[in-house]
């Protein structure tokens, strides 16, 4: 659904960036790693003190080396797949940090076991929906498809649970996360449903 904004993103917000760093010489891998790095470290010291919207913050500052570290290695003619590799396995350390947070957040400062329950089931499907497409691609499927990708999570999670600590209305959190619980679930089901229908298909062709 964000994808569309991308390529502004890369084009126009983050060129000056990702030109410096060229420069600089500092490889593509480094700008994943930090990035990992930030927003694990902002998910998991920041929420589990009730630190809502400053973990926000911190975590925004390094969730755009996600954009960055794809165009630098764009521009700087890489041609190995390690670098995409690298930033799909981190990725996934990253989102598990991010829900992670938000669920210690619900068990040491709201005490809340519903929201807590939520924020593990976010964790475990986002997992599974990234991994549902790469099992697909290795058997030469099409799984990209889905309402809840990656940069939706985080937009639908960041945003409002900035607003709920700022504004002082938790139920923007917590509304985040029932939407959340349902879209990675049904994400989950669409990529399944979807490799189902063109396994078959290509049984049928055989």
């Given at each position: 659904?964000l994808d ?7 084009g126009?917000m983050l ?7 060229l420069r ?13 790095l ?9 929420f ?27 521009k ?7 670098g ?16 992670a ?22 964790l475990?499907?986002?997992?599974v929906?990234?991994y549902?497409?790469?099992k ?5 499927y099409d ?8 940069p939706d ?19 923007l ?7 959340l ?24 062709a055989?």
């Amino acid at each position: 659904m964000l994808d569309r904004f991308k390529q502004f993103w890369q084009g126009v917000m983050l060129a000056p960036f990702i030109n410096l760093f060229l420069r600089l010489g500092i490889s593509p891998d480094v700008v994943t790693l930090v990035g990992t790095l930030g927003v694990s470290a902002g998910a998991l010291i920041f929420f589990p003190q009730g630190m809502l919207w400053q973990g926000v913050l911190f975590i925004t500052a390094f969730v755009f080396s996600d954009l960055i570290d794809g165009a630098m290695a764009r521009k700087a003619g890489r041609t190995d797949d390690f670098g995409a590799f690298l930033d799909s396995t981190l990725d996934r350390i990253a989102d598990g940090a991010l829900f992670a947070g938000a669920a210690l957040y619900f068990a040491w400062v709201a005490d809340d076991r519903l929201y807590l329950v939520l924020s593990l089931v976010i964790l475990v499907m986002g997992a599974v929906t990234s991994y549902a497409r790469a099992k697909a691609d290795v058997l030469g499927y099409d799984a990209k498809v889905g309402i809840a990708e990656r940069p939706d999570r985080l937009v639908g999670f960041l945003v409002p649970t900035f607003f709920a600590d700022v504004l002082d209305l938790p139920i923007l959190m917590e509304v985040s996360l029932w939407a959340l619980a349902v879209a990675a679930t049904v994400t989950v089901g669409q990529r399944i449903w979807t490799v189902r229908r063109q396994a078959l298909a290509r049984a049928t062709a055989a």
